[in-house]
């Protein structure tokens, strides 16, 4: 397996390629979204703070869009991050954060094969605000994937 991994910079723009890659037959077992949750309040938890997932039925508009009204992904989640805040989550990668104790999305992308360094870069990205994608999948489709997600403005595309 090869993983593509890039930042948006608003939601729609984020929206548009899960959809791109949905259409193009990317599933949902292969595709992950992180994002802060701006609309609970913001703000950074600290390392002793509890981590939940939760369900967004009464939370995030996006979730709900991720999750719900488009059908675009399943598992939708709310969690919070020590260091980084309340996120939003959908995708393997979802399930990967809400079982960590410690090492925040970095960490998560690090058990995704993605070297810690660049981990923290994209851990950093969600931190200001930006969207992420991860598109975990078989090698000979990540030239689909990286191109899909540069058509829909995303930047800092890498494979690994």
């Known amino acids: ?73 399943a598992g939708v989640g709310a969690l919070a991050i020590p260091g980084i805040g309340p996120i939003i989550a959908a995708g393997p990668l979802a399930a990967a954060l809400s079982g960590a104790v410690t090492g925040g999305v970095a960490g998560g992308l690090l058990d995704m094969g993605i070297p810690e360094d660049r981990g923290q870069f994209f851990e950093d990205e969600v931190k200001r605000g930006r969207f992420l994608a991860v598109i975990d999948t078989e090698a000979g489709l990540v030239e689909d994937a990286a191109r899909i997600m540069w058509e829909n403005g995303a930047s800092d595309v890498e494979t690994h």
């Open 1 to 73: 397996m090869s993983v593509v991994i890039g930042t948006f910079s608003d939601r729609n723009q984020a929206e548009s390629a899960v959809k791109s890659l949905r259409d193009k037959g990317f599933t949902e077992d292969e595709i992950s979204i992180v994002a802060r949750d701006e609309q609970s309040g913001g703000g950074d938890f600290e390392s002793g703070d509890d981590m939940a997932l939760d369900d967004l039925s009464e939370g995030t508009t996006w979730g709900g869009v991720l999750g719900g009204t488009a059908g675009l992904l």
